[in-house]
Nanobody, 125 residues
Framework: VQLQACGGGLVQVGGSLRLSCAASGFTTDYYAVGWFRQAPGKGREAVSCINNRDGSTYYSDSVKSRFNISKDNAKNTVYLQMNSLKPEDTAVYYC???????????????????WGQGTQVTVSS
């Protein structure tokens, strides 16, 4: 099982980045793919997720209207388009695959077993 995250980088305030998370090797269904982020000295924060079957999406209040999550089923890849970036968006972003629930989005990262390696996003002011 592998989740390959990439797309992070350094961007100025107001800029955009697109993260991607490619899933491979799953032998069981996963219900959703999503993102958490972790800023220096802070815990892991839920950002967004997309349901693998019906495409429904969830966003934290801090990123709603600025971030957009989407998926390409043919490529088993989920994208997180991040616009109007702010310094407080600076963090390591981790994607995960949800094999726990088809209907709930948990803010506790310990619920999820499968994680990508993380990609750094730095927003400079």
């Amino acid at each position: 099982v592998q989740l390959q995250a990439c797309g992070g980088g350094l961007v100025q305030v107001g800029g955009s980045l697109r993260l991607s998370c490619a899933a491979s090797g799953f032998t069981t269904d996963y219900y959703a793919v999503g993102w958490f982020r972790q800023a220096p000295g802070k815990g892991r924060e839920a950002v967004s997720c997309i349901n693998n079957r019906d495409g429904s999406t969830y966003y934290s209040d801090s990123v709603k209207s600025r971030f957009n999550i989407s998926k390409d089923n043919a490529k088993n890849t989920v994208y997180l388009q991040m616009n109007s970036l702010k310094p407080e968006d600076t963090a390591v972003y981790y994607c995960y695959a949800d094999t726990v629930s088809s209907s709930a989005w948990y803010s506790d990262p310990n619920v999820y077993e499968y994680w990508g390696q993380g990609t750094q996003v730095t927003v400079s002011s």
